[in-house]
């Protein structure tokens, strides 16, 4: 066997693997485009060139499938949500009230009053805060729309940044595809080497 076919699996390996690493860049590279002389060639990274329509196919596919405005409102009005608010909203109307008391009332006067208060606002705040969130989720699903903001944060974001991001969450993934690359090379160039053997 010449010994120069070996050397066949080890260039298309390389071959295989710089491919690889170099598509992956291009996803991102270069950020603005490139116009390459003496063609009316022009050449930008995959994700800048359509960061725009991304944006619009991201926010649409979070919408629809990912965050709803439905599932926003089902995190709304949790009983934790509305537990939390009525609370908060009977510690400050009572706070106000107390505070409109006249401090020329006896002290146990004063007391009376509050504790009528604050019964009168266990009884009824659970009934205003049900109306209160049904108003409330009655104008989030008519202005509230997530596909907008979603577009809007995507366009808006750094390029490097949304780089870094993705290679940070995915690097492992886009390290297993350049190996991938170099492996399938490998393999290719064995095919090669038995081909040519074959017809040798």
Same mark, same amino acid.
């Given at each position: 066997?010449?010994?120069?076919l /070996?050397?066949? =699996? %080890? ?9 690889? %690493?170099?598509?992956?860049?291009? /996803?991102?590279? =270069?950020?603005?485009?490139?116009? *390459? ?8 990274g995959? *994700? ?5 329509e991304?944006?619009?196919n !991201? ?6 499938? +990912?965050?709803? %405005? ?6 709304f @009005? @949790? ?7 009525e609370? $908060?909203a009977?510690?400050? #109307?009572? @706070?106000?009230?107390?505070?409109? #008391? =006249?401090?020329?009332? =006896?002290? @146990?006067?004063?007391?009376? !009053? &509050? ?12 009934? *205003? ?14 202005? !509230?729309?997530v ?11 750094? +390029?490097?940044?949304?780089?870094? /991001?993705?290679?940070?969450?995915? $690097?492992?993934? /886009?390290?297993?595809?350049? %190996?991938? &690359? &170099? ?5 290719? &160039?064995c095919?090669?080497?038995? !081909? +040519?053997?074959?017809?040798?």
């Amino acid at each position: 066997m010449d010994w120069k076919l /070996l050397t066949i =699996p %080890v260039i298309s390996a390389l071959i295989g693997w710089i491919t690889n %690493v170099l598509a992956i860049k291009m /996803l991102f590279w =270069p950020y603005k485009p490139v116009k *390459i002389p003496l063609t009316n060639w022009v050449f930008q990274g995959v *994700i800048p060139k359509r960061q725009k329509e991304m944006a619009k196919n !991201l926010g649409e596919i979070i919408e629809g499938q +990912l965050l709803c %405005v439905e599932d926003v409102l089902a995190q709304f @009005s @949790s009983h934790r949500v509305t537990a939390n608010f009525e609370k $908060s909203a009977k510690e400050i #109307i009572k @706070s106000r009230i107390m505070q409109k #008391i =006249p401090n020329f009332l =006896p002290i @146990s006067i004063r007391h009376l !009053l &509050g504790q009528a208060a604050e019964e009168i606002l266990d009884r009824e705040m659970p009934k *205003i805060i049900d109306r209160v969130m049904d108003k409330m989720a009655e104008h989030l699903r008519e202005d !509230l729309h997530v596909a907008p903001i979603v577009e809007e944060k995507v366009n808006n974001f750094n +390029l490097q940044e949304l780089e870094q /991001l993705i290679f940070g969450i995915a $690097s492992r993934e /886009l390290k297993h595809i350049e %190996v991938l &690359g &170099g492996v399938l090379g490998f393999f290719i &160039g064995c095919l090669q080497v038995i !081909l +040519l053997q074959i017809r040798a």
